[in-house]
Structures are given as C-alpha cells and as structure tokens.
C-alpha cells in the first residue's frame, strides 16, 4: 500500500470548490470597492435631487472625449485627413501606346550614363518657409537618381528667394541650381477673374473636405503649372 500513497502525493490535487460563505465574502469586499461610487451627492445644500457620485466623475470625461472627436472629425482640423468627397474614382487602363513602362527591374547609372540624355531639369515650388520639405525631398533625389545624373534644379518663389535658402540648398547638390521669382501676372487671380467669386468656390471646396481644396495658394499652383 505504500507505492500507492506515493503516487496519490505525486498526483496534482483537486482544486477546493468554494464555499457559499467564501463567495458572500467576494462579493462584499467588490460591492465595497465600489462603494465609494455608488456614493449619491445633493446638487446643492438643501435640494432633494441627488446623483451617484460615479455619474458626476464620468460625465466630464465623456464631454471631453466628444470634444476631442468632434475636433479630430472637422475639416479644417491638422488632425484629419482630408480625402476628396464622394465616390473614389473608377480606375481606367492604362493605354500602352502612350503610357508604356519606360523602364522595368534595376537600372545601371554607369551603363545609363553613356545614353543620350534628356534636356531636362527639376522645377520646384517652393517658399523660404518651407526649406525643410524642400531639403528631404532634395536628399531624395540626390539619393535615389541625381547624384549620378546631375540634372539643375529650377526654383521658382512668387516672392524673393532669402540669402540663406540658397546657401542651405547648394549644400545638399552638386548639380547646377537656379532660383527665381514668379511674375504677379502669373501667380494669383487673373484680371478677367471675380476674386469674391473664386474665394467662395474655395471655401467650398474646403467645407466638402476636398484635398487642399480649401487652399488658396495651391489654387494659385495649379494655375501656373496649367500654363
């Protein structure tokens, strides 16, 4: 009899089954935690109208968070994405005779370099303010095709390009770089334009969270690049 009072030590014992009064005492201890909850507040001194104290804490959290969303969800919020209304466009095939691929797989610069190449160059928008985007998307370009190639960069300003973006974009190329400024003619509303009228058909766009609808100086780029 003993190996058999060894192998039911060895055997994993079965868990207690609590007991009524062991349940009774859980309960009490999670009806006590939250005791101080369920805790009923007078709106004022004297009234007889009272409130759980739990409803009073949660209520401004949940004017906050509707805040929050109702901030996140406008158009003209930093926050949103602002995607064109409506039904995204059908997407139509491609017509190889015009839009053939150019190129597929790896390229060789050192095989390219001895081609023909383009007379071409990269024409950029840009404003002093915007040096930042304009210098990653100048390292990209170095990166990726240009340091090899070295084709000049055109940049355009409907104001005078400052001393110091000039100096701070010679920096990041090697290729040849141009800056200038863009004539009022072609930049802005044109004479023959109502200005109250286009600025209303912006804001438009801009309440019917169109992409950069709402903009007026991409209104005033797509015009120039339209020629």
């Given at each position: 009899?003993?190996?058999?009072?060894q192998?039911?030590?060895?055997?994993?014992?079965?868990?207690?089954?609590?007991?009524?009064?062991?349940?009774?005492?859980?309960?009490?201890?999670?009806?006590?935690?939250?005791?101080?909850?369920?805790?009923?507040?007078?709106?004022?001194?004297?009234?007889?109208?009272s409130?759980?104290?739990?409803?009073?804490?949660?209520?401004?959290?949940?004017?906050?968070?509707?805040?929050?969303?109702?901030?996140?969800?406008?158009?003209?919020?930093?926050?949103?994405?602002?995607?064109?209304?409506?039904?995204?466009?059908?997407?139509?095939?491609?017509?190889?005779?015009?839009?053939?691929?150019?190129?597929?797989?790896?390229?060789?610069?050192?095989?390219?370099?001895?081609?023909?190449?383009?007379?071409?160059?990269?024409?950029v928008?840009?404003?002093?303010k915007?040096?930042?985007?304009?210098?990653?998307?100048?390292?990209?370009?170095?990166?990726?095709?240009?340091?090899?190639?070295?084709?000049?960069?055109v940049?355009?300003?409907?104001?005078?390009?400052?001393?110091?973006?000039?100096?701070?974009?010679?920096?990041?190329?090697?290729?040849?770089?141009?800056?200038?400024?863009?004539?009022?003619?072609?930049?802005?509303?044109p004479?023959?334009?109502?200005?109250?009228?286009?600025?209303?058909?912006?804001s438009?766009q801009?309440?019917?969270?169109?992409?950069?609808?709402?903009?007026e100086?991409?209104?005033?780029?797509?015009?120039?690049?339209?020629?």
């Amino acid at each position: 009899m003993g190996w058999v009072q060894q192998i039911s030590k060895q055997l994993p014992s079965t868990p207690s089954i609590p007991s009524l009064k062991d349940l009774k005492d859980e309960k009490s201890r999670v009806r006590s935690r939250l005791a101080f909850f369920r805790r009923r507040i007078r709106l004022k001194g004297n009234s007889k109208i009272s409130i759980p104290l739990g409803f009073v804490l949660l209520f401004p959290c949940m004017v906050i968070i509707l805040i929050l969303i109702l901030i996140a969800r406008h158009p003209s919020s930093p926050t949103r994405i602002l995607m064109p209304s409506g039904s995204p466009p059908s997407i139509r095939k491609i017509n190889e005779q015009h839009d053939k691929v150019f190129a597929t797989g790896c390229r060789y610069p050192e095989e390219e370099l001895k081609k023909p190449r383009a007379n071409a160059a990269f024409v950029v928008l840009a404003r002093n303010k915007e040096i930042d985007g304009v210098i990653q998307s100048v390292k990209s370009i170095e990166r990726h095709f240009n340091r090899w190639f070295k084709y000049p960069y055109v940049f355009l300003n409907d104001g005078e390009f400052e001393q110091s973006f000039k100096d701070t974009i010679t920096n990041y190329t090697s290729a040849p770089a141009e800056f200038g400024q863009i004539d009022p003619s072609m930049w802005g509303y044109p004479k023959w334009a109502d200005e109250k009228v286009a600025k209303e058909g912006i804001s438009k766009q801009g309440d019917a969270a169109i992409m950069y609808g709402g903009m007026e100086s991409y209104h005033h780029m797509c015009r120039f690049y339209s020629g």
